[in-house]
């Protein structure tokens, strides 16, 4: 008989077999069984921090103030629970990403189509590899900024250029650009 946990009361597990082998086996499947039901519930309460109800993200927006990042710097920033790259390239930079013939492109897009009128130098993406979701290195100082200057995901080997366009590894998009604009010449609201 299985109880809450979905595991076998202790009259079942004598009934599972009157030789030693299948006893054993049943005892070996139940505490497997048992450590699985605990894992899922210390995973629950985490999940369910991270997923606030749709509404509430739908209507939630980031302000970043990014008079302070440096032709060459990024920062992190937060967007919807999620990370968001702000970086203020060089002119080296957008030179390299505007040399680009974008046909050549997987997902091609220049990148003015990237960045807002006027402030070409001012690169905001999410912070997710297009591939699998992970977290892309190159936006702090000294991390890998992988082949073509951009950003650099380590788990499968995807590469972005300083447009944070997809130029190499698996990953089938760019970085995303969420929708955002600026308050003024040093804020952005993203969102
Ligand atoms: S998740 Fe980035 S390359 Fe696979």
Not at 63 to 86: C, T, Y
Not at 137 to 145: D, R, T
Not at 159 to 178: C, E, F, Q, S
Request: aromatic share 4%; net charge negative.
């Amino acid at each position: 008989m299985a109880d809450t946990t979905g595991t076998m009361a202790p009259e079942a597990t004598a009934e599972a077999g009157d030789d030693g082998v299948r006893r054993r086996d049943f005892i070996h499947i139940a505490a497997v069984s048992a450590a699985g039901v605990g894992a899922a519930a210390t995973l629950l309460p985490l999940v369910s921090q991270m997923s606030p109800s749709a509404d509430v993200l739908a209507a939630s927006t980031t302000e970043v103030d990014v008079s302070a990042i440096e032709p060459g710097q990024a920062i992190k920033a937060v967007f919807r629970k999620q990370p968001l790259f702000v970086r203020r390239l060089t002119q080296v930079e957008i030179d390299e990403a505007n040399a680009v013939d974008v046909a050549t492109l997987r997902d091609p897009e220049t990148l003015a189509q990237r960045t807002k009128e006027g402030h070409a130098d001012m690169l905001v993406t999410m912070g997710i590899c297009t591939h699998l979701g992970c977290v892309p290195l190159g936006a702090a100082e000294g991390e890998n900024k992988g082949e073509y200057g951009g950003y650099f995901c380590p788990c499968h080997g995807s590469h972005y250029d300083t447009a944070a366009r997809i130029r190499k590894g698996p990953a089938p998009k760019n970085l995303v650009v969420p929708d955002y604009e600026f308050t003024s010449d040093s804020v952005i609201r993203v969102g």
